[in-house]
């Protein structure tokens, strides 16, 4: 309890800080600076008749304004730290998650900051001993872990590439393909793939089969939410560019946060006709809160193919309860 108020006090906090600072921030943009018009001045009164060449001018936040952005994003980061170590001390010691699970949130707070804290505590973090399952069991919670799953991979590689050709200072164009590339890979080969091959088979490349139409569908909505943000904030300050630039790390954050949202609507299609799994435990995985014998058995059902057993989590097959069932048909 006392951990939720303190984090709820950091998430006020912010709060206000944002209300407090955006002000600051509109007004500073909307007042012109004497550069501009001098830039703009088609001629030169010091030498008459001389036409000199029209200058665009500079898209580069003037010193003012890039000193209060660069304090919210110190503010931001460091609320972040205080979220990523928060959820990853409840999710690693208290929290019956999938360990894939677990390690999503972290990421995906890493990137998201109080923003996925918030989400986590609403709809991920136990609120009592056993509770897991009744708690995880609404769609909206469902998908959100959906969502999670597939932001960790994809965003993970989207990030990596962005830093990787930053550094090789390559064409925008040439860095959106290989933030796709990287972050399909990522989400399908690692987070849904070999982390979940246990559960979609047992094999790695039947893993890959099974889970590549949602993955791509999931990711498309992924790419369409950060990949916009990326490219007009970067084009607007080159040095959101560089990935030793507090502001290449807010662009992402921010990008990340929009991706999520982006990617929601599709996750909850996805789970809701069966082909993603949402929110889950070795005791609850899947649409319903129904347990991981019960989510081997519905592949079992809808595919034909029957899931290798796992002897870490497999302890007791049972065919799904009426309650399951009842669960995923009226969800």
């Known amino acids: 309890m006392r951990s939720k108020l303190a984090l709820w006090i950091v998430l006020f906090t912010a709060a206000i800080a944002v209300v407090f600072l955006t002000p600051k921030l509109g007004s500073s943009q909307s007042s012109p600076s004497p ?143 290989s933030e796709y590339v990287f972050g399909f890979a990522f989400g399908l080969l690692i987070f849904q793939a070999l982390f979940m091959k246990d559960m979609l088979g047992g094999s790695y490349l039947k893993a890959v089969r099974r889970s590549f139409t949602p993955e791509w569908l999931s990711m498309n909505a992924v790419m369409a939410g950060m990949i916009p943000v990326m490219v007009i904030l970067m084009s607007r300050d080159m040095t959101a560019m560089e990935a030793t630039s507090l502001r290449f790390w807010g662009v992402m954050s921010l990008a990340t946060l929009v991706g999520l949202v982006v990617a929601f609507p599709v996750n909850l299609w996805l789970v809701a006709v069966g082909l993603k799994h949402g929110m889950g435990t070795v005791r609850a995985l899947g649409k319903g809160g129904h347990s991981l014998a019960t989510e081997r058995n519905r592949i079992a059902t809808t595919s034909g193919e029957i899931p290798a057993p796992n002897a870490s989590t497999d302890k007791a097959i049972h065919p799904a309860s009426e309650l399951d069932m009842s669960d995923r048909e009226g969800r």
């Open 35 to 177: 550069h501009r018009f001098i830039a703009q001045s088609p001629t030169d009164s010091s030498m008459p008749g001389m036409k000199m060449p029209e200058m665009t001018p500079s898209i580069a936040p003037q010193p003012q304004n890039a000193m209060l952005i660069d304090r919210v994003l110190l503010v931001w980061f460091s609320l972040s730290a205080i979220a990523v170590i928060y959820v990853a001390w409840d999710a690693l010691t208290r929290n019956p998650e999938l360990t894939v699970m677990k390690w999503g949130w972290i990421l995906v707070t890493l990137y998201t900051g109080v923003v996925g804290a918030a989400l986590y505590i609403l709809s991920c973090q136990e609120p009592a001993p056993g509770e897991h399952e009744a708690f995880v069991r609404p769609l909206w919670k469902q998908t959100l872990g959906s969502t999670i799953h597939c932001m960790a991979g994809d965003a993970t590689g989207i990030i990596v590439a962005a830093a990787i050709t930053a550094a090789l200072g390559l064409p925008m164009w040439l860095d959106v393909i």
